[in-house]
């Protein structure tokens, strides 16, 4: 029986600028996690993303989903 592992991407960035649509970090994390589940054959459940929020705090909704 094969195991498959299922991912929850997580993506934050803490300003405003880097969500500005000519770079986006916010896409490019996401880029970059989806690729890695790909190459090890993972499943993602779903994608959460924290734009303009602080990791000086764990009081984001993303976060808290």
């Known amino acids: 029986m094969t195991k498959t592992t ?14 500005e649509p000519e770079y986006n970090s916010l896409e490019t994390q996401k880029e970059r996690l989806e690729a ?23 009081d984001r909704p993303a976060l808290k989903q």
């Not at 929850?8 to 969500?19: D, I, M």
């Not at 054959?41 to 764990?58: C, M, N, P």
């Open 36 to 58: 890695y589940c790909k190459a090890q054959d993972y499943g993602i459940y779903r994608v959460y993303e924290d734009g303009a929020y602080s990791g000086d705090s764990l």
């Open 6 to 19: 299922i991912c929850g991407l997580y993506t934050r960035v803490s300003s405003r600028n880097q969500l």
